[in-house]
């Protein structure tokens, strides 16, 4: 999954190059200078590119000696964005054992690990206590804030206030605010629970409103349909 | 032509080595040999693709039977001279000879890098010389087969540093070039490019080309050679990228070949089944399950429907190892994403019989369940491999089940965070509704646990394939409204549609007659 956002021209030439260089010469060990500083544009300018990290990641593989661990944190920090596509496995299959020890990596193979299990508040609890491996990385709580909106889309058509609170780590006056904006922007609704608080319904999709499935299984061609135009008629 | 892979790895000294090369006199050439060269060697230069094949799969296989069993054939320079020594003709004969050393022998490290040096020549001629010939496709797919092969049984090799005598050690600084991890990927990518491949399947597709028709031959008096290799070579980066852990690279190399078709790859069964094994397993610990599912099931019914026509062929041993190789995958597609409707029955009695019962120990999901899923994969998956060249400074030891640990630790920490979702299962095909707390109890966990449970269970069956959009793969599903849940059942569609149009016209048909009825 890439993220795009607009770039400043300049930026935008050096990031073709990298591309380019990726799709048309990606084993050449003298790309790797290329790949590192690309790793610290994504980051910088909120950009993501799968598919040149793991072209770094496998230099490194191949040169284990001009390895750094902290480009690879901030690869996996990206990747940890990325989801729910499962780009974070995809990287740490290429990193070998004893670098996934060190400190840095393993903090964020227990978050992933906790949002892989959908465990949002033991996540947060633990990003907040690794601040300084997180805010590297501009956009990431609203990336993973979009994850933890993507999964309760998946389960729930309507949901308590609290579970959503708990999921996207925002209370309060910060919760009434991007609740309004959801209504206003992303068809939210807002409902009042029985007794029990605020109900937010949420977009209906296939995933939580299965009966949309059925309507697209059971689709009748036109063709078929023209068979019968002079009875209706 | 396909190599054995299961055999012993270089003998562990060099006195060993040195006893293999004196066992046989590599100048003495039998006039079978002789005949079989000067044969060869016109069929080639006839350009007779039809004698070429027979020779190459049965003759070679035959004579290595009769007379080298357990010895190299005739050295090159013996034979040289019966055939003009055409330099061409002397790299392919080589790379037959190197082949037949790695399947019935034990390569030295010297024979593993002149085998290199032979690689990297004959690669070069076909990439920067105007190339006359056409070769089966059975020769060109073998060639980047065992290509790939000798490059994962290099670093396997090389991974074992513990017990290197000093001479092969010296060999080995000395020619670091050998077997290079930037030289097997840039060759396979320089065919990719120099054959223009990716842009004739395009062409293709749009009528203007001709590839698969033709199966990659030539009729228009040209050479078949460099474009096909190129396409092989398609799958041989899929297969290095699957050794070095990079699935979604393997994927993206394989894309210009449609795999829902027939195609070039299918032409040669070898290498139909490496191309499936592996897209299926880069699908499996991507965990695209559905897909890896849907392509095993293909491929095990095919190889069901035409092993037979393959029993006499070189190749058997090596098909029925894949067989059951995708078959242990299978079972573990399964057992994660229970899908069983996507199997076709021939292909499910077999997996039943050959793994029913681990299956529904692998799904208990406790500790035994583990073990059998670590069995399976490391049964069924790839030869793994380090790329990097060893340290030779520190203490010597053997790395060379690194990579394969790497894997296969990941790939049970995905089945671990998956542990809890059998339990939720059970529970959702017994209920329409019921509420968290209910649930909850049940599963003898509090509710805020549950909820972690049925978020995960949504994540991990609800995957993002090649396109970025989300499939769901769950045999049952549910949503929840405040804090009840409702099971859905994923029941085979009734096509009312269908049915209504008939009864339409049918009831028109009855309306008709009974219009025509005059009351009297």
Redesign the interface.
């Known amino acids: 999954m890439v993220r795009e956002r607009e770039t400043p021209k300049q930026q935008q030439q050096v990031s073709y190059t990298v591309e380019q260089l990726v799709a048309v010469n990606p084993y050449n060990p003298d790309i790797l200078p290329d790949l590192e500083n690309y790793v610290n544009e994504q980051v910088s300018s909120q950009t993501y590119s799968l598919d040149a990290n793991l072209c770094l990641l496998r230099l490194y593989q191949f040169e284990p000696e001009r390895m750094s661990t902290q480009i690879v944190a901030r690869i996996l920090v990206k990747a940890l964005m990325a989801m729910p596509a499962p780009d974070f496995s995809l990287c740490l299959f290429l990193i070998p054992e004893r670098v996934q020890m060190e400190e840095q990596l393993k903090t964020l193979i227990v978050l992933s690990h906790y949002l892989e299990t959908g465990r949002f508040r033991q996540f947060w609890d633990e990003a907040a206590k690794n601040r300084h491996i997180v805010e590297a990385v501009p956009g990431f709580e609203q990336a993973i804030q979009t994850y933890a909106i993507h999964v309760l889309s998946l389960t729930y058509q309507k949901i308590p206030r609290p579970v959503l609170a708990e999921a996207i780590n925002i209370e309060g006056l910060s919760l009434d605010k991007f609740l309004e904006h959801q209504a206003a922007n992303s068809g939210w609704i807002l409902e009042k629970g029985h007794g029990r608080g605020q109900l937010i319904v949420l977009p209906r999709n296939e995933f939580n409103h299965p009966e949309l499935k059925k309507i697209a299984a059971d689709s009748v061609p036109l063709e078929h349909i023209t068979r019968i135009f002079t009875i209706l008629g | 032509m396909a190599a054995n892979y299961d055999y012993d790895e270089a003998p562990a000294t060099y006195d060993d080595a040195n006893r293999q090369e004196l066992g046989y006199d590599p100048n003495f050439v039998p006039d079978s040999v002789k005949s079989f060269v000067v044969h060869l060697y016109r069929h080639i230069r006839e350009k007779n693709v039809y004698e070429i094949h027979q020779m190459y799969e049965i003759s070679f296989q035959k004579l290595s039977d009769r007379l080298f069993k357990d010895t190299p054939w005739p050295s090159v320079d013996a034979v040289a001279h019966y055939v003009d020594n055409d330099q061409v003709f002397c790299l392919l004969y080589r790379e037959m000879w190197f082949r037949h050393l790695y399947a019935r022998l034990s390569p030295t490290l010297k024979q593993r890098i002149d085998s290199w040096d032979n690689y990297c020549s004959l690669f070069q001629v076909v990439l920067h010389r105007v190339v006359n010939m056409q070769l089966p496709n059975q020769w060109l797919w073998d060639m980047v087969d065992e290509f790939v092969y000798q490059f994962q049984s290099f670093c396997q090799y090389r991974a074992k540093m513990k017990n290197k005598t000093e001479q092969e050690i010296a060999l080995l600084r000395q020619f670091d070039q050998a077997w290079n ?2 030289g097997v ?2 060759y396979l ?1 320089a065919f990719v490019e120099k054959s223009n491949i990716i842009q004739i399947l395009e062409q293709e597709k749009e009528g203007i080309e001709q590839f698969t028709a033709t199966d990659g031959y030539d009729y228009s008096g040209g050479s078949n050679v460099l474009k096909v290799l190129g396409y092989f070579s398609m799958v041989g980066l899929l297969r290095v990228h699957c050794l ?6 393997g994927l ?1 190399c394989l894309l210009p070949i449609d795999i829902n078709q027939q195609g070039v790859y299918t032409s040669v069964i070898g290498s139909h089944i490496t191309t499936i094994y592996h897209y299926g397993f880069a699908s499996l ?3 695209r399950y559905v897909k890896a599912i849907r392509e095993f099931n293909k491929m095990l019914l095919y190889i069901y429907k035409t092993k037979q026509y393959h029993q006499k062929s070189p190749q058997y041993e090596q098909i029925l190892k894949k067989n059951e190789q995708m078959y242990a995958l299978l079972a573990i597609c399964l057992s994660l994403c229970p899908q069983t409707k996507l199997v076709e029955e021939t292909v499910n009695s077999q997996l039943r019989e050959k793994y029913g019962e681990k299956m529904a120990r692998m799904q208990r999901y406790d500790d035994e369940a583990f073990a059998i899923y670590d069995e399976l994969f490391s049964y069924a998956c790839p030869k793994f491999i380090t ?2 060249a060893p340290s030779f400074e520190e203490p010597l030891v053997n790395y060379n089940q ?1 990579a394969y ?3 296969l ?2 790939f049970l920490y ?1 089945v671990k ?1 998956q542990q809890l979702l059998s339990g939720v299962r059970t529970f959702l095909k017994v209920y329409s509704t019921i509420s968290l707390g209910k649930l909850a109890n049940y599963m003898e966990v509090d509710e ?1 646990t549950l ?6 269970y ?3 069956t ?3 394939d090649s396109d ?1 959009n ?1 499939i ?1 793969n769950a045999d049952v ?1 549910f ?5 009840m849940i409702h099971v ?1 059942e994923s029941k085979p ?6 049915y209504f ?1 008939r009864q ?2 049918k009831l ?1 048909g009855v309306i008709n007659d009974m219009d025509r009825i005059r009351l009297e």
Do not use: C, W
Request: net charge neutral.
């Open positions: 991890v930037y990927l840039n990518q070095l852990g990079d699935y979604q690279t993206k610990m991507m965990r790329p990097s690194d640990r790497l894997q630790k990941l995905e965070q805020p909820r972690t449970i049925l978020f995960s949504k994540h991990k609800h995957a993002v970025g989300i769901s599903d949503y929840i409204d405040d804090d859905v569609v009734k096509r009312f549609g269908d149009l339409i016209v028109e």
